[in-house]
């Protein structure tokens, strides 16, 4: 008897040695937001962030993980922020707002006219489909693309099955790194979210190479096919190729 205890608490130990640790879930509160500038002030909202936003941002609890800016050409700043809660991202945007030095620097910035002509919003929670963010930079840099699907009525949970299932193991396979995987934090509980991800890429031609790529792959036609049997999951899809800017803690 004791000879079997003996070997049962050691096998015991032994498993629990080799077991994978059991990953915290994400539950913090990200924010992306989307700046579009005034005519001619492009250049000085991106410089205003350089040279100031971020910093104040950190001070007052704020953590910068990535700003873009389209590589199509088009004038905007994405940059995403990430709090501990909604409640701590609350009270941080308010003491950024009411910090003399963030007024002193709008002041300063918009002598010359206001800068920003409007911003959009969008609040994401991360899924449970997600890889762990790492905040991390690449040399050379990476060309970054943000996806949006708006999945058919009652069919995000479809969506998202077909993603944890087949499509970020094809995405892996075909060359692009999957960053992480959200879903929209919507103002009326009964909107349906929308899947929301980040995907690097060597570059905006390899990217659009693995695409095409994994769009001929047999095993995401079956797994595309199967999931639709019952009709599109899918309604929209909307992609952003972004480059980072120089002070992007993800590049």
């Not at 924010?31 to 104040?56: C, H, M, S």
């Not at 879903?183 to 349906?192: A, C, H, I, R």
Request: hydrophobic share 35%; glycine share 4%.
């Amino acid at each position: 008897m004791k000879a079997t205890f003996l070997t049962v608490f050691f096998l015991a130990l032994t498993a629990l040695a080799f077991a994978k640790p059991i990953r915290k879930a994400d539950t913090r509160c990200y924010e992306l937001r989307v700046y579009y500038p005034n005519p001619g002030k492009y250049e000085a909202i991106v410089d205003r962030f350089r040279q100031y936003t971020t910093k104040l941002f950190e001070k007052h609890g704020m953590e910068n993980i990535g700003y873009w800016t389209p590589t199509d050409g088009r004038e905007a700043l994405y940059y995403i922020l990430a709090y501990p809660s909604r409640e701590a991202r609350d009270a941080s945007w308010k003491a950024f707002s009411n910090d003399p030095a963030w007024k002193e620097v709008v002041q300063k910035t918009k002598a010359n006219g206001k800068l920003v002509a409007k911003v959009d919003q969008i609040f994401l929670a991360t899924s449970d489909i997600s890889p762990r963010l790492k905040v991390n930079q690449k040399s050379p840099e990476r060309t970054f693309e943000l996806r949006t699907y708006t999945a058919a009525p009652d069919r995000l949970n479809d969506v998202l099955a077909r993603f944890r299932n087949h499509t970020i193991k094809l995405f892996s396979k075909h060359g692009m790194t999957n960053v992480i995987y959200w879903t929209t934090v919507e103002k009326d509980p009964s909107t349906q979210p929308k899947l929301v991800y980040l995907l690097a890429h060597e570059s905006e031609a390899a990217g659009k190479k693995s695409f095409d790529d994994f769009r001929n792959d047999p095993k995401w036609i079956k797994a595309r096919d199967e999931s639709e049997k019952n009709g599109k999951i899918v309604e929209k899809v909307e992609s952003v190729y972004m480059k980072p800017t120089d002070y992007s803690p993800m590049k």
